[in-house]
């Protein structure tokens, strides 16, 4: 009798530690929304290095391009969902999130060492000077083109070329008969899609999104000028199909030989000049974005960073996982693992301080450069209230940037007139600002 008491009672212990364990997974399960941009898609490639050091952390993710990742996140966030314990976020949301409540203040350990995070990129993870979110990789916009074929042609790119000069250059270059495109820009409407490219377009023309009223001002003559020539320029020397591309489908176009050039996010430069990847990566040079009528906001800020939601009743558990993803040792990993020209940059100094990513990184001068030139407070011609270079840092701003870009992908297309395009969005946008009473 003693004997059957106790193998039930051992059965039952068995069971408790089992179902008890299980439990305790279950409970450390990590789900986490990111884009699908390369360096995000290496992260989860070695996940299992942080689940080796963390046994009872288990990670999940869910992949999304980039415009449905914003949906998805904002709508999770602003309903508290509780889908996601981690998020991919950027400079916009953090200030906007931070302020309503919605992200969690993070507790990082010393090892951390937040003093080593470049200033800029540390401003826009943080809200009154407390940190919110950490930056995955951090970036500014400058111009990638094939050196040799500007050799060929006899042709020198200045460090600061005008827009002008960009237009010129891809049409001695274009050769679409062959396949062979002057230039390739974002087309994709989306405020974080085409309105990045073409907001510091507007920008060096000398415009801005609102005066300091906060009217809108996408019909000023700024705007028209530099929407009027994007357009001509994509249509004669871009891509077919362009409003169809966004950061993904141009970097293959470059990747693959089909652009002389293209003017996107600097964080581009590590991928089109890894030989993996890239079919001409050693025949890459660069130069700071283009300028027209001022050099303010002609390059874009942005970082995607990692940031834990409030709703998200696992936050120990994230924030190692936050510590861990962003710190130098990751990067030391991926140098290691993948080369060191291929790890995320724009977040730390010590990255740039790095004997071996000098080495490897052609483009490091020219990415630092254009981050530490990047400005969101004094950013255009004429002063601004809002913060942001290619984005204005408040709630409205979501809606109107989707509504103008998705005018400007329908001007690109030819279904409307620029005038018309711009007018609409200037409608719209004035609705949404009454709306929300920043004037009558």
């Known amino acids: 009798m003693m004997k059957r008491q106790l193998k039930n009672i051992i059965m039952i212990a068995m069971m408790m530690f089992i179902f008890g364990t299980s439990l305790l997974i279950a409970q450390s399960k990590l789900t986490i929304a990111t884009v699908n941009n390369p360096h995000m898609i290496t992260m989860q490639k070695y996940t299992s290095e942080f689940e080796k050091q963390n046994p009872n ?11 449905i990742l914003r949906q998805r996140v904002t ?72 050196k040799d074929i500007f050799d060929k ?5 200045r460090d600061n070329p ?71 320029l994509m249509n004669k020397y871009g891509p077919p199909g362009a409003t169809a591309n966004s950061f993904n489908e141009n970097l293959t176009l470059l990747s693959e030989g089909k652009c002389a050039m293209w003017i996107d996010a600097t964080i581009a430069a590590s991928l089109i000049t890894d030989k993996r990847r890239s079919k001409f990566a050693s025949k890459f040079a660069f130069a700071q974005a283009p300028v027209a009528v001022t050099d303010k ?42 080369g060191w020209g291929t790890v995320p940059t724009g977040t730390r100094k010590s990255t740039y301080a790095n004997a071996n990513f000098k080495k490897a990184a052609s483009f490091a001068s ?25 984005f204005a840092a408040i709630p409205e701003f979501q809606s109107i940037g989707i509504l103008t870009g998705q005018q400007i992908a329908s001007a690109l297309a030819g279904k409307v007139s620029v005038e018309k395009a711009l007018e609409t969005a200037q409608k719209g946008a004035d609705r949404i600002m009454r709306k929300a009473k920043y004037y009558k």
């Not at 952390?57 to 415009?67: A, H």
């Not at 080593?116 to 401003?123: A, K």
Request: glycine share 10%.
């Open 153 to 157: 042609n006899n042709i020198i790119l």
């Open 297 to 338: 906001g002609a390059n874009w800020l942005w970082s995607w960073m990692l940031a834990i939601p409030s709703s998200s009743k696992k936050s120990a558990a994230a924030e190692k996982f936050l510590a861990w993803a962003t710190s130098k040792d990751y990067i030391k990993l991926i140098g290691s693992k993948e």
């Open 75 to 146: 709508t999770d966030i602003a309903t508290k969902g509780g889908q996601f314990d981690i998020m991919t976020i950027g400079f916009y949301e953090v200030p906007i999130w931070s302020r309503k409540g919605w992200l969690k203040k993070l507790k990082l350990p010393a090892s951390y060492d937040v003093n080593d995070l470049l200033p800029t990129i540390r401003g826009g993870a943080s809200y009154k000077r407390e940190l919110y979110a950490v930056p995955f990789y951090g970036e500014s916009s400058m111009i990638m083109y094939r």
């Open 366 to 390: 020219a990415e630092i450069k254009a981050i530490n030139s990047a400005d969101p407070i004094t950013g255009t011609l004429y002063p601004k209230k809002y913060v942001g270079v290619q």
């Open 162 to 232: 005008t827009w002008g000069e960009i237009y010129d250059i891809a049409g001695k270059l274009d050769d679409r008969g062959n396949g062979f495109y002057g230039i390739c820009l974002r087309g994709k409407p989306g405020w974080g899609d085409n309105m990045a490219i073409l907001t510091t377009m507007v920008n060096a023309f000398g415009g801005r999104w609102f005066d300091e009223n906060w009217k809108p001002e996408i019909n000023s003559p700024a705007w028209n000028h530099a929407i009027s020539f994007y357009v001509d």
């Open 57 to 67: 952390i288990k990670i999940e993710w869910v992949t999304l391009e980039e415009g």
